[in-house]
Antibody, heavy 123, light 112 residues
Framework: QITLKESGPTLVKPTQTLTLTCTFS??????????VGWIRQPPGKALEWLAL???????RYSPSLKSRLTITKDTSKNQVVLTMTNMDPVDTATYYC???????????????WGQGTTVTVSS | DIVMTQTPLSLSVTPGQPASISCKSS???????????LYWYLQKPGQSPQLLIY???SRFSGVPDRFSGSGSGTDFTLKISRVEAEDVGVYYC?????????FGQGTKVEIK
């Protein structure tokens, strides 16, 4: 059974750097075709993809946020970390991590999501 | 960025009746391998999104067969053949071409 759980601060001040950790079980980032992505959702608004890291350390970022984001993995710890610099109140959102699977001839997309963690940006 | 546009933004459906949601992309989602990089998610109230459909029309494990995905190129549709009370929530389409994912605005489905 695949599970993911996000953790990090619930409140950050404007201009600070946010660091979020996704801790997962039921799969390994040593496995070909596997990735972990980050998606956020401001209150009452739509989903926005942020970043994704693959088993081979290939990293992808949202073009509009690329300059502020860094995604890394610690395969031995089953963790993926997302950092976002220069936080602003508009970055207030629930942040989700999700398992991504590309297996055989099928790309399942982000098929299992964590419960999300709420981050508020305020002074 | 590829822009995804959903219509309608809200839908009220009588249980047992069909429902349909449209999603249009700003460019073709047909990959060079012949697959279409289009996904559908349902976010039930207070929950994380759950995958319904992957690669245009394949139902994810455990998804009831009343859900179906179709379309081609830039025009896509999610159909629910007979809406049930448990189908309420916000439906999102998502594209994944070129390893850069974007979501539609969401369509809120409620029961009459």
């Amino acid at each position: 059974q695949i599970t993911l759980k996000e953790s990090g601060p619930t409140l950050v001040k404007p201009t600070q750097t946010l660091t979020l950790t996704c801790t997962f079980s039921g799969f390994s980032l040593y496995t070909s075709g596997v990735g972990v992505g980050w998606i956020r959702q401001p209150p009452g608004k739509a989903l926005e993809w942020l970043a994704l890291i693959y088993w081979n350390d290939d990293k992808r970022y949202s073009p509009s946020l690329k300059s502020r984001l860094t995604i890394t993995k610690d395969t031995s710890k089953n963790q993926v970390v997302l950092t976002m610099t220069n936080m602003d109140p508009v970055d207030t959102a629930t942040y989700y991590c999700a398992h991504k699977l590309w297996f055989g001839e099928s790309d399942y997309g982000m098929d299992v999501w964590g419960q999300g963690t709420t981050v508020t940006v305020s002074s | 960025d590829i822009v995804m546009t959903q219509t309608p933004l809200s839908l009220s459906v009588t249980p047992g009746q069909p429902a349909s949601i449209s999603c249009k992309s700003s460019q073709s989602l047909l990959h060079s391998d012949g697959k279409t990089s289009l996904y559908w998610y349902l976010q039930k109230p207070g929950q994380s999104p759950q995958l319904l459909i992957y690669e245009l029309s394949s139902r994810f494990s455990g998804v009831p067969d009343r859900f179906s995905g179709s379309g081609s190129g830039t025009d896509f549709t999610l159909k629910i053949s007979r809406v049930e009370a448990e189908d309420v929530g916000v439906y999102y389409c998502m594209q994944g071409l070129h390893h850069a994912w974007t979501f539609g605005q969401g369509t809120k489905v409620e029961i009459k």
